[in-house]
């Protein structure tokens, strides 16, 4: 037990590096999902333009990828859509929402 009270398993520096040899820290990355999709979104401009898809709004810095399944893990182009967030939001939440059916009554 060396100085136990301080809670350090080793006395210093070149110890404590003696006892880390051979540990792998972030081995390629395997949970980074915003450079995965930093990626998806590249790929996406490059082979579709920098509009987006239904309403051709044209700053393609704020494109979000749609996936038209709804499957997060089916990352294949032909699933894929880049499309503004109006659109994605008409997408997503409209369908559901509790608005849509209220219009008759204003």
Sequence with gaps: MIMSKFNKKTCNRSCANIHRAG??????RPRDKARTFRVIKLRLLEKRGNSCARCT???????????????????????????????HYEEH??????????QNLV
Excluded: A, F, M
């Design 23 to 28: 540990i792998k820290y972030k081995i390629g």
């Design 57 to 87: 709004y044209n700053k393609y810095e704020i494109l979000q990828v749609h996936h038209k399944d709804r499957n997060r893990n089916n990352n294949k182009l032909d699933n894929l859509e880049l499309i503004c967030p109006n659109c």
């Design 93 to 102: 939440l409209l369908e559901k929402s509790w608005l849509k059916n209220t």
